[in-house]
T-cell receptor
Framework: EDQVTQSPEALRLQEGESSSLNCSYTVSGLRGLFWYRQDPGKGPEFLFTLYSAGEEKEKERLKATLTKKESFLHITAPKPEDSATYLCAAEDTGRRALTFGSGTRLQVQP | NAGVTQTPKFQVLKTGQSMTLQCAQDMNHNSMYWYRQDPGMGLRLIYYSASEGTTDKGEVPNGYNVSRLNKREFSLRLESAAPSQTSVYFC?????????FGPGTRLLVL
């Protein structure tokens, strides 16, 4: 059974304090690993897709990396506007459906 | 270009009532999805449609039916609502490997 686990559940940072969010996954064959951002009361907003171990992608203060068992979302010098829930999802080559983790709620205080 | 739209935004039902959640996309995508999101559980797939005229069950299909009316529209129907169906429902459509989400419908079943 496909499984995606995110940690920590919640994270509070001071503005400028860098950190990383973890996503560990178990799938029979990984087609893609996805990161989304979700603001309160809104739908998930696509951030990144990673396809193979060693791949990295960046967007502003965010960088996503992928290993054979985990993905990390690194947040460098975060700002209050980075506060959101960050969701990780894995797509299995066999099922062609996303399995989501339960998310990390990030709060960045000024 | 509105992306993925959902109606209604919020609905209150009594146990046993029926309703249909509407979803439309204007991006000419073939695949469309329905998820539910509950606290602490992440998004779970209810049904999906790989193309017009086809639908398949996801992880939690019981109590729901779907219709892929045309390429643009994918509706989700609750025939006899139960309190366990209180949730936030998201529709998504897919381009290449990435799913794009609507703003969600918040459903409360009393």
């Amino acid at each position: 059974e496909d499984q995606v686990t995110q940690s920590p559940e919640a994270l509070r940072l001071q503005e400028g304090e860098s950190s990383s969010l973890n996503c560990s996954y178990t799938v029979s064959g990984l087609r893609g690993l996805f990161w989304y951002r979700q603001d309160p009361g809104k739908g998930p907003e696509f951030l990144f897709t990673l396809y193979s171990a060693g791949e990295e992608k960046e967007k502003e203060r965010l960088k996503a990396t992928l290993t054979k068992k985990e993905s990390f979302l690194h947040i460098t010098a975060p700002k209050p506007e980075d506060s959101a829930t960050y969701l990780c999802a894995a797509e299995d080559t066999g099922r062609r459906a996303l399995t989501f983790g339960s998310g990390t709620r990030l709060q960045v205080q000024p | 270009n509105a992306g993925v739209t959902q109606t209604p935004k919020f609905q209150v039902l009594k146990t046993g009532q029926s309703m249909t959640l509407q979803c439309a996309q204007d991006m000419n995508h073939n695949s469309m999805y329905w998820y539910r999101q509950d606290p602490g559980m992440g998004l779970r797939l209810i049904y999906y449609s790989a193309s017009e005229g086809t639908t398949d069950k996801g992880e939690v299909p019981n109590g729901y039916n779907v219709s892929r009316l045309n390429k643009r529209e994918f509706s989700l129907r609750l025939e006899s609502a139960a309190p366990s169906q209180t949730s936030v429902y998201f529709c998504a459509s897919k381009r290449e490997e990435t799913q794009y989400f609507g703003p969600g419908t918040r459903l409360l079943v009393l």
